[in-house]
Structure formats: C-alpha cells, structure tokens
C-alpha cells in the first residue's frame, strides 16, 4: 500500500514521497483572530489534524507548523468597535481558538508563529524581491509584479488575462489601484494609516501584507521547501498562489511538493456567511442547549471526504450523533465487560491507552482501514471498519449483559477492541469512561457479596440498609430482582 495525496498543484492523486526519508514538514494556513472560530475552520483544523496523526501512525517525524493572522484590517476594525487594541483583540481570540480546538481533541502545532513575531523575516523576504525585480515601491506601499512571475496561477490555473477580462472597469475605480503598475499586482507593505499601530521599514512605518506573512513563517519556521502545504479551498486563490509567487521568485525552489486543500461547509444547501444569518461558531454549537459531544461534530467533518463539501444540517448532525453512539459504545467496551471477561489488567493506569496497545498489523480491519486512508485520506472508508468492529463489540456486550456470555473468545474480543481503540486514535475520536461506566465492571462475585449483605440486613429486619444496598447496586447499573423463597436474581442494565 502507498499513501496518495491528491495534489492541488498538479491536479491528480500522487504518491507520498518525503523530501528526507521518515520525516515530513508541514505548514497548515491558520487563522486571523478577530473571532470565535465557526464551522469552516473545525471542518479544515479536524482534516488536517487527521493528516498529521495518520502520517505520525505510518512512522513518520511530523514537524506541523500553524500561523496566526494578528495583523489585519479586521482585527483594527473590532478594535475599534471595542475600544481596545489590536493586540488585546488578537490575544483574546488566540486563546479562544485553543480552547476550541482542544474540544474537539485537536493536536497543538509544534509551532504557532505569529505576523508580529516576524517582521524581520517580512520585511528581509520584501527586499529580497525587490532586489530580484519582482517588487517596487510607490507612495509608501510596496506591490509584488505579478506579471513578472512567469508561473503565476499554476496552482489554480487561472489566467490574468481572463481574471482581468472578467474585472471589467471595476478596477479603475479602486484608489489603491492608482498606485499599482498592473490592478492585479498585490500588496507586500502597506503604509501606515493615522492612527493604525505600524511597524519601521525601509520603505516607511507600515504593516505587512497578509500573503507575505505565510511565505515568510514557512522560510523561517520550515525551510525554503516542505513536503505538505494545507488550507481551506478558498486560499487556494489568491492566497496560496501568492504565497507561491513571493516564495519562489525570492529562493527559485518550489515552496511546497504538495498542496491539500479541503471542501467548503454548507449550511442548508447554502454557502456559511453572515451575510445570510446562518454563520455557527464552534463554541456556540457545542455550548447551545441539548448540544451534541464535541466528538459528533468531528466525527461529522470525518464522514466526508476532505476534498468534498459538507452540508451541515439538523438531520446530518442527528446523524453524526447516531453513529458516534455505536461507536462510543465500541470504545466503551473494555471498561463496561473487560473484568467481566476477565481481562487481568482493568485496574492498571494505563488500560485503555492506545499507547500502551500492540494490535495485530496484519489483521484485515487494519489493511482496509489503510487502503482506505492512503487513498487521500478517504476516512469514510476508514470509518467503515470501525463502525464494522464497534457493531460487533455491542452485539457481544448485550449478549454478556442478557444472557452472561459471549459467542466470541474473551481475547478475541480484546484484540478487537484494542484495534478499534487505536484506529479511532488514529482518526482523533475518544471515548473516556464516566463514573456510571466504570461502575458497571464490578465483578460478579463482589456483586454476590453485596446481595448476602442485603439478605443479611433483611433477615435482621434492617429495611434501611436493605434499600441503601439496593440503591448502590442500582447505581451501578445492577438490577435486583427478588423471588419467592428469598431469591434475588440480578442482571445489569
């Protein structure tokens, strides 16, 4: 089997060939913070993070680098709106988006620099191109020649010509457009505003441009060429062909070998904007009444494939929440029925980690879970096989709950467990037992102790510690049933 990716550059799935043999460099386009983070960027964040697990579960050294945007009109236009400061509007999204994030069990980068934090690296990459011919100056800003760049509109394959046809006169009426040499040349520099926080440069006190910025955090974060660049499908132009433009006109070696760029969310058949009332933030979804887990949204952005759109939906989300309660209760498994079935190791700390699990490689439920992901991280696909094992693991456990035995061997039933636990980590989709859960292991013969005590506290006319007895074991999730002739049969619930 050999890892695909569908390559945007090239327009066709391609074999995965790192630049250095085990290890692979990625730069994932992140977000500017002036809000809470929606939809779209769970879609984009959940994808991407499913890239660099399974990439980090085939061996390989993931080094995963995301950027935040904290300069930008629209961190100054809140601002403004609030009061505050760039700085105070951009740090408090910032932590805002970790929290989001880690909700939905969502890796940290390795690194997360930042536009402010690179400003030498900005403005070095700035006078490098206008040192090679690509930039100039004029009235304070500096603009990137388009036209200069032979390549340009490789990765989205538009043409300025027809870009310039389908514009119309609309150009002439832009007063930025005064200044360029050509309307599609794009800023590098912006002269400073009154009243904006700018920064010192050759060229005037001023801030970047959004495209520099993630050509400059790649070069000084990653090198001038990485393996894997990824965004949503809306950077692919003009923002990931910019960032092409900048970086390989200044170091002449292509910026990245592959370029992955997920589907767009839909909200009711329509496209997610303000402007049509139906934007969800992340947090305002998972924090609204009778709200799902945070799992079922992920697992919803995993039944699609990445490259495809998704329609977000009451129905689709009713959904999603039906499938993650099978699979929850596959990866509940172990905890309900492991001592049940005499597995020796319940108590230790660290049952149930997927670390700790040796599976077998060469079972079918992992060749088909990777020929599905290597086929450009198809996770419907890999879906299929844990959704196969977790229906197995349920009808088992109702066997074992309702008539006291399963068909399958108890380490059979272990292997595949640990298999649907490791490969559900491999795709970010947890379960952790609660208190109830854990409860309803109680072996057997402590349950038996327990009904003795209550015959005993019966015998004794102890009514009260008779009830208090049956309402623990009731807690548990154990039914007692009491019989003619002073017998108590139970069965969990």
Not at 335 to 363: A, H, V
């Amino acid at each position: 089997m050999t890892l695909t990716f569908y390559n945007t550059l090239t327009r066709r799935k391609e074999p995965f060939e790192p630049i250095e043999p085990g290890k692979v460099k990625i730069y994932c386009c992140g977000v500017t913070v002036y809000d809470y983070c929606h939809l779209g960027h769970a879609r984009s964040y959940v994808v991407w993070d499913t890239v660099r697990r399974y990439l980090q579960w085939l061996g390989y050294e993931v080094r995963y680098v995301q950027n935040f945007t904290d300069i930008d009109d629209k961190i100054l236009n809140r601002a403004k709106r609030e009061g505050s400061t760039m700085q105070d509007v951009a740090d408090r999204y910032t932590q805002a988006y970790f929290e989001d994030m880690a909700r939905l069990n969502i890796q940290e980068a390795d690194e997360y620099p930042r536009a402010t934090h690179t400003l030498d690296g900005i403005t070095r990459l700035i006078h490098e191109l206008e040192q090679k011919g690509y930039a100039y100056s004029s009235e304070g800003d500096v603009y990137y020649s388009v036209r200069n760049f032979s390549e340009y509109g490789k990765l989205s394959g538009r043409k300025l010509d027809d870009l310039q046809a389908g514009a119309s006169g609309r150009v002439d009426s832009d007063p930025e457009c005064q200044k360029k040499k050509d309307p599609f040349d794009f800023a590098l520099w912006k002269g400073a505003k009154p009243g904006e926080p700018f920064w010192e440069s050759p060229w005037g006190n001023g801030r970047p441009g959004w495209h520099i910025e993630c050509s400059a955090m790649v070069r000084d974060r990653l090198g001038e060429t990485i393996d894997i660049h990824t965004g949503g499908g809306d950077l692919e132009f003009p923002h990931h062909e910019n960032e092409i433009a900048q970086s390989e006109a200044a170091t002449g070696n292509p910026l990245a070998h592959y370029w992955l760029h997920n589907g767009m969310v839909n909200v009711s058949g329509e496209k997610m904007s303000k402007s049509l009332g139906n934007f969800t933030t992340i947090r305002a979804f998972l924090d609204a009444p009778h709200a799902p887990e945070p799992m079922v949204l992920r697992l919803f952005v995993l039944q699609a494939q990445y490259r495809k759109p998704i329609d977000f939906t009451d129905d689709s989300i009713a959904s999603a929440q039906n499938s993650w309660n099978t699979l929850k209760d596959g990866l509940l498994f172990g905890y309900k029925y492991g001592k049940q079935l005499g597995w020796t190791d319940t108590d230790d700390r660290s049952f149930g980690n997927p670390e700790y699990m040796r599976i077998p490689s060469d079972s079918e439920a992992i060749q088909r879970f990777r020929e599905g992901m290597d086929d450009d991280i198809n996770t419907p696909s890999a879906l299929a096989v844990l959704f196969e094992l977790a229906k197995d693991l349920q009808k088992e456990g109702n066997r074992l709950t309702h008539e006291g035995k399963t068909i399958a061997d108890s380490q059979m039933l272990r292997s595949h467990w640990q298999t649907l636990v490791v490969l559900a980590e491999v795709l970010g989709l947890q379960a952790k037992p609660d208190a109830e859960t854990v409860a309803e292991t109680l072996p057997d013969a402590e349950i038996e102790a327990l009904i003795q005590q209550r015959h005993e506290a019966r015998r004794a006319k102890n009514w009260a510690e008779s009830d208090r007895i049956r309402d623990e074991l009731n807690a548990k999730g154990i039914i007692l049933v009491d019989k003619s002739g002073g017998v108590t049969e139970w069965h969990r619930s």
